[in-house]
């Protein structure tokens, strides 16, 4: 299963623009990239899935570049209530199920 | 009730007692996920079940036993735990495909399980 690396933490302020990028060097032909969000005490909730270039829906744009080894989520003018833990996911279904592995992801902490 | 559900949400056990998780999913879906969120960890995938079939089992310790009785049902069976067993226990469901890509899944909202 394809590691990622993500920052532990980060900080912003209320409607700034926010970046986490997360590298998947050894990602396989197969796997997609997807975002998860996390609040405490509740199960991760989807955010966005791609596979190559730039993908947007209405609370996140995601970018992959051409080799496809680091991905980048956008989340554009954040509130406070979008301090949450961010999780970068790679896999594919294997055997018709999803085979994904949650790395530590990045706690994102929104100041007034 | 729609998405997935799990019950109960809170559970206080003492390491001698026999306990069960459940977890429902109102979306159709044909697998099913049980995940084990520590205090400062990754969550991490326990087990997996696939059109009923238990088709990954990450090395867990036999004092958990799931048990799927059909694809909307998922359990896990709690049997002289530990106290590090404490954790938020997370089911998780999705579609599966015979497909490449990657199918979302949804998860509920947690069992909070404190071993003493």
């Known amino acids: 299963l394809a590691k990622t690396t993500q920052p532990i933490s980060m900080d912003s302020y209320e409607g700034q623009e926010v970046n986490i990028t997360c590298s998947h060097n050894n990602i396989a032909t197969n796997d997609y990239i997807t975002w998860y969000q996390q609040f405490p005490s509740q199960g991760p909730r989807f955010i966005i899935q791609g596979y190559k270039t730039k993908v947007t829906n209405e609370v996140a744009s995601l970018f992959i570049p051409a080799d496809r080894k680091s991905s980048t989520l956008s989340l554009p003018r954040v509130s406070l209530s979008d301090t949450a833990v961010y999780y970068c996911?790679?896999?594919?279904?294997?055997?018709?199920?999803?085979?994904?592995?949650f790395g530590t992801g990045t706690k994102l902490q929104v100041i007034p | 009730e729609t998405g997935v559900t799990q019950t109960p949400r809170h559970l206080v056990m003492g390491m001698t007692n026999k306990k069960s998780l459940k977890c429902e999913q109102h979306?159709?879906?044909?697998?099913m996920y049980w995940y084990k969120q520590s205090a400062k960890k990754p969550l991490e995938l326990m087990f997996v079940y696939s059109l009923e079939e238990r088709v990954e089992n990450n090395s867990v310790p036999s004092r958990f036993s799931p048990e799927c009785p059909n694809s909307s049902h998922l359990f896990l069976h709690l049997h002289t735990l530990q106290p590090e067993d404490s954790a938020l226990y997370l089911c998780?469901?999705?579609?599966?495909?015979?497909?490449?890509?990657?199918?979302?899944?949804?998860f509920g909202p947690g069992t909070r399980l404190t071993v003493l």
């Open positions: 996911l790679v896999g594919s279904l294997s055997g018709g199920y999803q085979k994904v592995t």
């Open positions: 979306l159709g879906h044909n697998a």
């Open positions: 998780a469901s999705s579609q599966t495909s015979a497909r490449g890509g990657y199918n979302e899944q949804f």
